[in-house]
């Protein structure tokens, strides 16, 4: 009998990596109230802030009614090793445009980096190095990863941190390293739209080696048109999303980049 003659292997063509998601013709960023009426309000001092009335009533209702025609997709009911069991449906696009609009057509970029004028005036509530130390560094815009969020009844995501992500922002005149440091989360509806539910929740952490900010859990109930940011990162704070017992919960996220340092041990 002669040698045996392996069979020939024949390599499987490598799975080709999906298109990107076309940027959506979004609505526009009107009606606004104007920068000069908006305010950052601290829920946990130096972890969680909301800004209310972010954007109006109207302007959250043409969203919603343009978000529901987009092609959502219904989280996996089993999440992956190590990851948080989350039951929504989603969008996600890049989109640097729509990202820069929200940093500076809201009034944001304000709101975070402060004016010039207030760095003038004395009886500023926060200098520039105290902004630095609550944003985690300079801030200098969003990140371009947008996802909508929308939770009907039974849907909820459980409890979780959020992770910090290197990028690249293609600002003028040369693109900067950045990193996220805050999430935004941007409520389009709330029980006024009969949304029951769905509350962002944070709780202390008990995890080995990590000081807990907070006594007991404390409750962000939805507001339409409001903004909540809190840290992420190694400071994130355990939370999660309330399951929502009726209407749709909708959200925009995204998250606050701050300018990324170079090592003093890099070569």
Same mark, same amino acid.
């Given at each position: 009998?002669?040698?045996?003659? #392996?069979?020939?292997?024949?390599?499987?063509?490598?799975?080709?990596?999906?298109?990107?998601?076309?940027?959506?013709?979004?609505? =526009?960023?009107?009606?606004?109230?104007? #920068?000069?009426?908006?305010?950052?309000?601290?829920?946990?001092?130096?972890?969680?802030?909301? =800004? @209310?009335?972010?954007?109006?009533?109207?302007?959250?209702?043409?969203? =919603?009614?343009?978000?529901?025609?987009?092609?959502?997709?219904?989280?996996?009911?089993?999440?992956?090793?190590?990851?948080?069991?989350?039951?929504?449906?989603?969008?996600?696009?890049?989109?640097?445009?729509? #990202?820069?609009?929200?940093?500076?057509?809201?009034?944001?970029?304000?709101?975070?980096?402060?004016?010039?004028?207030?760095?003038?005036?004395?009886?500023?509530?926060?200098?520039?190095?105290?902004?630095?130390?609550?944003?985690?560094?300079?801030?200098?815009?969003?990140?371009?990863?947008? @996802?909508?969020?929308?939770?009907?009844?039974?849907?909820?995501?459980?409890?979780?941190? &959020?992770?910090?992500?290197?990028?690249?922002?293609?600002?003028?005149?040369?693109?900067?390293? #950045?990193?996220?440091?805050?999430?935004?989360?941007?409520?389009?509806?709330?029980?006024?739209?009969?949304?029951?539910?769905?509350?962002?929740?944070?709780?202390?952490?008990?995890?080995?080696?990590?000081?807990?900010?907070?006594?007991?859990?404390?409750?962000?109930?939805?507001?339409?048109?409001?903004?909540?940011?809190?840290?992420?990162?190694?400071?994130?704070?355990?939370?999660?999303?309330?399951?929502?017992?009726?209407?749709?919960?909708? =959200?925009? @996220?995204? &998250?606050?980049?701050?300018?990324?340092?170079?090592?003093?041990?890099? &070569?």
């Amino acid at each position: 009998m002669g040698p045996k003659v #392996a069979k020939k292997q024949h390599s499987k063509p490598k799975p080709s990596k999906p298109a990107p998601a076309p940027s959506p013709n979004w609505p =526009v960023l009107k009606p606004l109230l104007p #920068a000069s009426d908006l305010s950052l309000s601290a829920v946990v001092e130096s972890q969680i802030v909301v =800004v @209310r009335n972010f954007w109006t009533g109207t302007l959250c209702k043409n969203y =919603v009614s343009f978000l529901q025609g987009m092609p959502l997709i219904t989280t996996p009911g089993k999440p992956k090793k190590g990851d948080a069991l989350r039951v929504n449906d989603r969008y996600q696009v890049i989109d640097e445009s729509f #990202a820069n609009n929200l940093w500076i057509e809201t009034g944001l970029r304000e709101l975070v980096c402060g004016t010039d004028q207030e760095e003038e005036d004395e009886e500023t509530i926060m200098g520039k190095e105290e902004r630095r130390n609550l944003w985690g560094g300079e801030p200098i815009g969003l990140n371009p990863s947008i @996802r909508i969020y929308r939770y009907i009844k039974g849907q909820f995501f459980d409890c979780h941190y &959020d992770e910090s992500n290197v990028l690249t922002l293609n600002t003028k005149p040369t693109p900067t390293p #950045a990193k996220t440091t805050w999430t935004l989360l941007l409520y389009l509806t709330s029980a006024a739209n009969g949304c029951q539910g769905g509350e962002t929740v944070f709780y202390p952490d008990d995890l080995p080696g990590k000081k807990s900010t907070i006594e007991k859990e404390v409750v962000v109930e939805l507001e339409t048109g409001m903004l909540l940011l809190h840290k992420h990162g190694n400071d994130c704070m355990l939370h999660e999303g309330r399951e929502v017992m009726e209407g749709e919960k909708w =959200v925009i @996220r995204t &998250d606050l980049c701050v300018k990324k340092e170079k090592s003093k041990f890099a &070569d």
